[in-house]
């Protein structure tokens, strides 16, 4: 059984900062791939951010120089730290787990395992 949970989004304002946590359950993050999607109402889910198991991370580009991905292998979690928000980076923000071995894709039909989200509004 596999289980993500995303945590530490909020209410933020424009410019502010905020660290999201994906801490796992019967996964080993440390040895995996590991995304950050997002979803904004009446929009598709997004592939932001993702760590391959050699370290080489992914940013789609209306992130990219504003987020970092990174994990701690002693706590089994991925963080995704966002600085600079902005109005328009405002969903719900999921993390998600492709099958062992696999390579980060933004492809959500690629990810068996996700979490259940944690919301981010950025607003003034």
């Known amino acids: 059984q596999v289980d993500l949970v995303e945590s530490g989004g909020g209410l933020v304002q424009p410019g502010g900062s905020l660290r999201l946590s994906c801490a796992a359950s019967?996964?080993?993050?440390?040895?995996?791939?590991i995304a950050w999607f997002r979803q904004a109402p009446g929009k598709e889910r997004e592939g932001i951010a993702c760590?391959?198991?050699?370290?080489?991370?992914y940013y789609a580009g209306a992130v990219q120089g504003r987020f970092t991905i990174s994990r701690d292998y002693a706590k089994n979690t991925v963080y995704l730290q966002m600085n600079m928000l902005k109005p328009e980076d405002t969903a719900v923000y999921l993390c998600?787990?492709?099958?062992?071995?696999?390579?980060?894709?933004?492809?959500?039909?690629?990810?068996?395992?996700w979490g259940q989200g944690t919301q981010v509004t950025v607003s003034s």
């Open positions: 019967g996964f080993n993050l440390g040895s995996n791939t």
């Open positions: 998600a787990a492709p099958y062992p071995g696999e390579i980060c894709s933004p492809t959500v039909a690629r990810y068996p395992y």
């Open positions: 760590i391959n198991r050699d370290h080489s991370t």
